[in-house]
């Protein structure tokens, strides 16, 4: 069974389109992550969501806006893409409480052209 | 705002090899993460540790608070080990990991 799911896997689109990309996790976490790893490999967080609640917002265009419906889904719509969206975009989950190891989806791979 | 070091960048080894790499942060902390990111791109938490050593399979990590350090092992390496291994602190009190720059390991056979 996969532990945090991302869907889609890969994801090819052109510049000013909207696109979104799910997240899931089975394992009963509380906390979920989204991330931003760029060219260069650097992972960076984009934003934190406990119980449905958003607690970490980083510096993130507007354009990034994401969506919890309940503690096991953590979605992310990203309006009028732009070149420099290209990057990998990973969820993660883990129990806030216990201060956990954070689990990590497979990664969604987004290419803007 | 901590800053996360890591070292070597890149590191070659041949297949058996006793693997070193190193972990410093600015700003203390309450536990330390060692990820490893397969070529394929999936990423796994290998250790989360606030003290002292913790050992799974081949892989051993080991921090020192007081001196921000932290280091991880892999013994009798295989090339089945090779991957970019990232070393992750919280920033302040938070639960926002700040990441090193990865350490990309390449053991041949």
């Known amino acids: 069974d996969t532990a945090v799911s991302q869907t889609p896997k890969y994801l090819v689109t052109q510049m000013g389109n909207d696109k979104s990309i799910k997240c899931e996790q089975n394992?009963?976490?509380?906390?979920m992550y989204w991330y931003k790893q760029d060219s260069k490999k650097f992972l960076k967080i984009m934003f934190s969501?406990?119980?449905?609640?958003?607690?970490i917002n980083e510096t993130v265009p507007n354009r990034f806006s994401p969506k919890s419906p309940d503690k096991a889904h953590l979605n992310l719509h990203i309006n009028s893409l732009e070149l420099g969206d290209s990057a990998v975009y990973f969820c993660?989950?883990?129990?806030?409480?216990?201060?956990?190891?954070?689990?990590f989806g497979p990664g969604t791979r987004l290419l803007v052209l | 705002k901590n800053e996360v070091e890591q070292s070597p960048q890149n590191l070659t080894a041949q297949e058996g090899e006793f693997i070193t790499i190193n972990c410093s942060y600015s700003?203390?902390?309450?536990?330390l993460h060692w990820l490893q990111q397969h070529p394929g791109g999936g990423i796994v938490s290998l250790f989360m540790?606030?003290?002292g050593k913790k050992k799974h399979g081949r892989l051993i990590a080991t921090i020192n608070i007081q001196e921000k350090h932290s280091s991880l092992h892999i013994t009798a390496s295989h090339p089945r080990d090779s991957a970019v291994y990232i070393c992750?602190?919280?920033?302040?009190?938070?639960?926002?990991?700040?990441f090193g720059k990865g350490t990309k390991l390449t053991v041949n056979p």
């Open positions: 992750a602190v919280p920033q302040g009190g938070s639960e926002k990991l700040v």
């Open positions: 540790l606030s003290s």
């Open positions: 394992l009963g976490h509380d906390t």
């Open positions: 700003v203390g902390i309450s536990a």
């Open positions: 969501y406990n119980n449905k609640e958003l607690i």
């Open positions: 993660a989950s883990s129990q806030l409480e216990k201060k956990g190891t954070q689990y």
